[in-house]
Structures are given as structure tokens and as C-alpha cells.
């Protein structure tokens, strides 16, 4: 095997030139006069068809569903339906009815499959007998590329490892090449990253592991995650047949990895084949309810979805394989034009990828059982809302793309989905606002019995609280029901030991409900901001979310739910001064409310979370019977260096050589080039670490030579005493190894990083 270390492949470069979007439909004929011409759209095939008919059909049963429902409610409203107030709150309860109704339809088809136990239209059918182990040509080559910005790096490079282990266990690991693409502006971060790197490379050396990985820093980051990708392609794209696009927090096996790959040459016109990953690897209260819903529930609506979505998937932007000539050619991305916050680069680039790679004819799948796919969930609430907040832009920024001219109708109904599962909470919440008007305008009003002149008998008043209840029913049904059939297809297929057995399963699923049914409100308020912010410009000030288990202080909750609570105090008062009854359905939303600040706070704790799970609830299969890959990239976790500073890199031996080695081979700098270097070196060495600015330490840690000039100075003490200080301290590595592992003083620097681990 060759020994040789570097951080990034030879470039062979490719165009990827985005081709501009149509437009607005009205000013769409004048832009072809001028020259534009859209990409050719997919056709509908003979064979495809008749799986329109199960499309149909969900749409018929969502409008059905919202008509009945409104039916309903018109009946039960005291005016039916008359007057300004009732209109509005009919029309905000037959989207939010329809919306509902949607996800019930989703979950019933999902459950249909799944206990019959077998989708003969899953694109897994094609590992099926000789498919699982079917040989991969030598020149499909695929590229595993994990995008990162300012990322964990412990969580990032113990996956790594473990999933470059896993896939040395195959037959195909001389198929698979990994690239780290850093878009990180923090210069610790970066420095920890390029040393991390070197171990890892170093380590996977010494195991003998056939896996080559890159690093790569991208100096311009333009056009977020989608821009990193597209830098990919046009460098190193042209030598590899297919990419894989992991999430900072994925872990994937090997056998998934190569799975993907043989589906991908079996199926010649799939584009995209998505997995659908496993949440695990939180210990917080709010990370376990989250794994929890998302293991117990996820695949059921997951299922569903691919059962009417079939070819025209949803990609999710990671864990995921694309075909790479096809995606170079027709997914890369133009910004959106104008000048509101709906334009500008495209956020959720994945949905918008996933339609342009299936207009240009190329299918999109999602592979629902398929095994061997991870992810971690935000270990905290606002970490999830920050990641929402970040979806909820996304999302309607891609309305604007929904009529983009060639696209099939079910990524324009994906992009309406998309939309509408942030629009439904200022929805939500007008509603309840409107309703508790209503009531509060009703509850003051005398009955009249007598409508007419000279009457002789009196109309009584008639709630009709049937209805109202037939009603609340059928609403409760659709919310629930998708739980309810999730719990009975794992108990009915005997799963329900992978759990904790039956009663820790039911146990789970009630706290889990109860915690869901007091976020919602507060999901609601903040999705409404997030939407609100979207539309106008309003900047949130938010931190980046964590990915290791982070605590929410008091303070932080005090700061982020402080103005929810006064809003329900302050509704609360206004129902009891306006209202002669209280409106009881409210409870559960301003409950929530009152509640956020301390939930928010304690679920962030990962102690309540540790006992829960000493006591065997919210367990999931992956606690149970641990896969191999989450175990070892757990263990390379709680085995990892200590992480170096930018400070080292200048003062320590072994810091230094980690961070130079990850740093790409340049020719030595001359004329302007050469000068800048030297006034970097001289002003970095004279002011002291405490004096560079954080641009010059990003431009310190990519020139290998610059960064070797001020350690020399620094050693031969022409530098800031502050640098002396740090250079004549203890000899002590940043990358130590444990105490009692002898190390000797002319050790190479492999065997000094090996012996970490």
C-alpha cells in the first residue's frame, strides 16, 4: 500500500455552470425571445403511468377529508359560517384539516406495506439474491464527501474513522475514496480539524486500512454547503462515477456504503438514492425523545412517502448516493434574483436538486429499508429550532421555484409540502386566536327564543355537541392514529422486544406524546417567527447548533421562551376578562407556554437522560444491540487527542508537523506572493499570538512555509516573549499521548500518533 500522505488528490477540473431560473411565469415569453431555453423535462413512460393512479387517489382522500371536515365545522360555528371572523377561521380549518389528513393517508399506506413486509416497487429489491453481492467494477469509483463549518470535530472524524473501518471490512474498500471539505472560518476549529486528519490518516495507515482520505480547506466560501459540494465536482468530480454526501454527524457501514453502489449499477437511470438514516447518539432528554419518535414513527411515514412517491423521492442533502456526470450537469444551482430574503443562494439545495435532477430524466428513490445508516439529532431544543430556523427560510425560499417550467408534479407537491410545514404554524395560530375571539364574542351573548313577531313556542338553543365531538374525534383520529398504527405494526411484527419489550415501548410512547403535545405550542410560536423572519428580513440572533450533548442555561431559556410565557399569561388575562367561560381546549396550548422555560432547561440535561435509560425507556434498537460501526466510532470518541490550538501549531513539535501535514504541497512563493508571506511572518512573530488577527491565522494555517518561518523565529527566540514563553514551556505535545504510554524522543511521527490510540 502506498504510505504517502496527501491532503488533497491532483485536480482534474470539470465545468459545472448553473443554467439561470425561468423566472416568474408572465415574463417567461419574453426571456425565451431573448435566448433562454429551460433544460428538456422528463416524459411520462408507459409503465409509470398507472403509479400516478396511487397519487391520485392520496389527493382525493386529502380533499375529501378537508371538505367533510369543514362540512363539520360550518355546522357546529353558531352563524354557519357567516360573517368575516367564521369565514376566515373556515378557510384556516380546511388547509390545516387537509395538511393533517395528509400525514394520516401517508402513515395508512406506510402501514399497508409494511405489514404485508415487502414493497415490490422498493428500489432494495434490486440487492435481492445475487444483487447483495454482486462485483463492482474497478472504474466505479465513489467519492464520500462530508462538507463541514465549524463542526464538532471529535463527532466528525470518530464517524469518520468508524465508517472508513467498516467499509475495510468489505471486498470494495480500493472503490472508495473520502474528502473532508472544510468551509470552517474558525481558525481553533480549523487547526484541531487539520491535526485530526493527520491522525486519522496516519492511524488507518497502521491498520492497513485501503481507504484513502482528503482534506480539503475552501478559502472562498461562497454558496454555503451546495457551493462546497459544487467545488468538489469541478476539482475532483471527473475521476469518480458516483458521491456520497455525509452529514458532519453520519456514520454509514460498509456494507451500506457498497450497497448503494451496486443499487446505483443496477438501476442505470437513478440519480439519487437517499437512505433513510437512524437518529441515535444523544443522551439528553430531548435528544432520546427524539431518537425514540424518530425510530418508532420515522419509518412508517417514511415508508408511506416512498409508496407514492416512488421514483421522485425527496433527497435530504446527506447519507445519501448521487450519480455524479448527471448531477454535474444539470443540479448545479443559480442564485434566486432580486433583492427581497427569499433571494439570493438556495438554501434547502437538496429538494431543489432532487427536482432538477429528475426533470433532466434521472429517477430519485428512497431507500426506507435499508440498514446501516446514521445521524445524530440536535441534543436539545433550541439546537432543533436553530436547524429549523435555517429549514424554515429554505423551504420558502424554494416557493418560488414550485412553477419552474419541467419539473414533475410530485417535486412541486414537494416543495408545497415543504412550504406548508412552517406555514401551518402562523396558521395554527391565527386559528386559536380567532377561535378564542369568537368565543369570548359568543359567550356574552343572551340566547333569543323568540325570532319571530307573535311566536308561539320558543327556539331552544342547540349546541349540537355531537357533532362537536364527532368532529374533535375525527380531528384526534388523524393526529394520533399514525402513532397508534406505528406502536401496532412493531408489536404485530414482533419487534417490540428491540424496545424494551411491550410495556417499556407503551411507557415511551406516552412521555413522548406528552412532551410533543407541550412543545407544540412552542414549535408553533417559533416556527411563526421563523416565517415571519423569512418574509421580511427580520434577522434572529441565534449560535450555531451543537453537535455533542450541549446544556441549555437557565438564562439562555429564560431569553428564548421568556416572551412565549407573557404571551400566554397575558392570553390567559384576556380570556378572563372578556370571556364569561373559559375556554378548557386552550389548556394543552397554554400549558405549553407556561412550561417552555423549565422543559426547554431540564430536557436539555443528559443526567434525567442517562436514568430514563438505566430503566429501559425510550430505547431504541441501537442501545439494545449496539452496531459494530456506532460502537467503534464511540470509542474513538472517548479515545480522542487533545484537540491543539493555532498556538501550538507555531510552539509544539508534534502539533506543528499534524497541522503542516494537512496543509496541500505548493511551489515556494516568489515576488509579491513571497513579500506578503514575509510581512505576515514579521508581523505574526513581533505582535504575539494574542496580536493576529483571526484572517491572518487562516492564512498562517494554510501556508506550510509562512507557518514554518515563524516557528523557526520563534525558536531562535526572535519573537514575542509571549511566543518564548509558550516555546520554552514543559515539553508537552497537544496531541499527548495517555500517561502511562512511553514514547520515545526520536519516535517517528506516525508511531507518536499511533501509540494515542
Known amino acids: 500500500m502506498n504510505t504517502e500522505i496527501l491532503p488533497q488528490p491532483p485536480v482534474h477540473r470539470r465545468s459545472m455552470v448553473p443554467q439561470a431560473w425561468a423566472g416568474q411565469p408572465l415574463l417567461r415569453p419574453l426571456r425565451r425571445l431573448l435566448g433562454y ?33 369543514t362540512d363539520y365545522m360550518i355546522d357546529i360555528l353558531p352563524k354557519h359560517g357567516q360573517g368575516w371572523a367564521e369565514q376566515g377561521l373556515l378557510v384556516l380549518f380546511g388547509i390545516l384539516f387537509a395538511w393533517i389528513s395528509a400525514g394520516f393517508w401517508t402513515a395508512l399506506m406506510g402501514t399497508w406495506v409494511r405489514l404485508l413486509g415487502r414493497d415490490r416497487r422498493a428500489v432494495t429489491n434490486l440487492l435481492r439474491g445475487d444483487g447483495a453481492r454482486a462485483p463492482i467494477a474497478p472504474e466505479a469509483r465513489t467519492a464520500v464527501i462530508m462538507p463541514i463549518c465549524n463542526e464538532h470535530v471529535q463527532t466528525v472524524f470518530a464517524g469518520l474513522r468508524a465508517t472508513c473501518e467498516s467499509l475495510a471490512a468489505t471486498d470494495v474498500a480500493g472503490r472508495f475514496d473520502f474528502f473532508v471539505l472544510s468551509d470552517t472560518n474558525d481558525p481553533e476549529a480549523r487547526v484541531a480539524e487539520q491535526a485530526a486528519w493527520s491522525q486519522l490518516v496516519q492511524a488507518l495507515q497502521a491498520e492497513g486500512v485501503p481507504v484513502r482520505v482528503y482534506y480539503r480547506w475552501r478559502q472562498h466560501r461562497t454558496h454555503r454547503k451546495a457551493g ?79 409508496f407514492w412517491q416512488l421514483g421522485e423521492s425527496h433527497y435530504w442533502g446527506h447519507n ?30 437538496d429538494f431543489v436538486e432532487a427536482a432538477l435532477m429528475r426533470r433532466a430524466g434521472w429517477k430519485v428513490w428512497i431507500a426506507h429499508d435499508l440498514e446501516g445508516s446514521y445521524e445524530q439529532v440536535p441534543p436539545n431544543l433550541l439546537a432543533e429550532l436553530q436547524r429549523d430556523r435555517r429549514w424554515c427560510h429554505g423551504n420558502l425560499q424554494n416557493s418560488r421555484l414550485m412553477f419552474e417550467p419541467g419539473l414533475h408534479p410530485v417535486h412541486r407537491t414537494v416543495f408545497l409540502t415543504g412550504v406548508l410545514a412552517y406555514v401551518s404554524a402562523p396558521l395554527w395560530l391565527a386559528f386559536l386566536l380567532l377561535s378564542t375571539v369568537l368565543f369570548a364574542s359568543h359567550s356574552h351573548e343572551v340566547p333569543k327564543y323568540f325570532l319571530e313577531p307573535y311566536q308561539l313556542f320558543p327556539i331552544w338553543p342547540n349546541a349540537n355537541v355531537k357533532l362537536m365531538l364527532t368532529l374533535f374525534g375525527l380531528t384526534a383520529l388523524l393526529l394520533l392514529a399514525p402513532k397508534a398504527l406505528s406502536l401496532a405494526v412493531i408489536v404485530l411484527r414482533g419487534q417490540a422486544r428491540r424496545f424494551g419489550g411491550v410495556a417499556r415501548l407503551l411507557i415511551g410512547a406516552l412521555l413522548e406524546f406528552l412532551h410533543s403535545l407541550l412543545l407544540a405550542p412552542v414549535r408553533m410560536l417559533f416556527h411563526t417567527q421563523f416565517v415571519l423572519a423569512a418574509l421580511t428580513g427580520w434577522k434572529l440572533d441565534w449560535k450555531s447548533p451543537p453537535r455533542d450533548d450541549a446544556v441549555t442555561g437557565w438564562g439562555e431559556a429564560l431569553r428564548r421562551h421568556g416572551m412565549h410565557t407573557l404571551l400566554a399569561l397575558a392570553w390567559i388575562g384576556a380570556i378572563l376578562v372578556s370571556s364569561a367561560a373559559f375556554p378548557w381546549w386552550l389548556s394543552p396550548v397554554l400549558l405549553g407556554l407556561l412550561v417552555a422555560i423549565p422543559l426547554s432547561a431540564w430536557s436539555s440535561r443528559a443526567g434525567p437522560g442517562r436514568w430514563l435509560r438505566a430503566r429501559g425507556v425510550f430505547l431504541i434498537p441501537e442501545e439494545l444491540a449496539q452496531p459494530a460501526v456506532l460502537a467503534e466510532a464511540e470509542r474513538h470518541a472517548a479515545n480522542f487527542a487533545i484537540m491543539p490550538r493555532v498556538v501550538d501549531a507555531v510552539t509544539d513539535g508534534v502539533a506543528h508537523a499534524l497541522v503542516a501535514q494537512a496543509i496541500p504541497v505548493r511551489p515556494a512563493a516568489t515576488g509579491a506572493k513571497a513579500q506578503a508571506q514575509t510581512r505576515l511572518v514579521d508581523y505574526a512573530a513581533g505582535v504575539g499570538p494574542q496580536g493576529v488577527t483571526k484572517a491572518q491565522r487562516l492564512r498562517l494555517l494554510g501556508d506550510a512555509q509562512a507557518l514554518r518561518a515563524l516557528r523557526a523565529r520563534v525558536l531562535a527566540r526572535q519573537a514575542h516573549p509571549d511566543w518564548w514563553l509558550r516555546a520554552n514551556a514543559p515539553e508537552r505535545s497537544a496531541i499527548a499521548p495517555e500517561a502511562d504510554t512511553p514514547v520515545r524522543a526520536e519516535s517517528s511521527l506516525v508511531e507518536r500518533v499511533a501509540a494515542i490510540h
Not at 416524459?43 to 367533510?68: E, K, S, W, Y
Not at 476539482?235 to 453520519?250: C, K, T
Not at 457501514?253 to 443496477?266: F, I, K, P, Y
Not at 445519501?320 to 438556495?346: N, Q, W, Y
Request: glycine share 8%; with cysteine.
Open 37 to 69: 431555453r429551460p433544460t428538456r423535462p422528463w416524459r411520462t413512460t408507459a409503465d409509470a403511468r398507472p403509479l400516478m393512479l396511487r397519487r391520485v387517489l392520496l389527493l382525493v382522500l386529502v380533499a375529501l377529508g378537508a371538505i367533510v371536515g
Open 228 to 306: 462546497n459540494v459544487a467545488d468538489f465536482c469541478r476539482r475532483f468530480g471527473a475521476d469518480y462515477r458516483y458521491m456520497v454526501v455525509l452529514d458532519a454527524d453520519s456514520v454509514m457501514t460498509g456494507d451500506c456504503l457498497a450497497s448503494l453502489v451496486r443499487m446505483m449499477e443496477a438501476r442505470p437511470d437513478a440519480g439519487i438514492i437517499q437512505t433513510a438514516p437512524r437518529a441515535c447518539g444523544h443522551e439528553t432528554i430531548h435528544a432520546r425523545i427524539q431518537q425514540f419518535g424518530s425510530r418508532v414513527y420515522g419509518p412508517l411515514f417514511t415508508t408511506g412517502m416512498h
Open 320 to 349: 445519501a448516493i448521487l450519480r455524479m456526470a448527471p448531477f454535474v450537469e444539470h443540479c448545479a444551482l443559480a442564485k434566486l434574483s432580486g433583492r427581497t430574503s427569499l433571494s439570493g443562494d438556495v438554501m434547502s439545495h
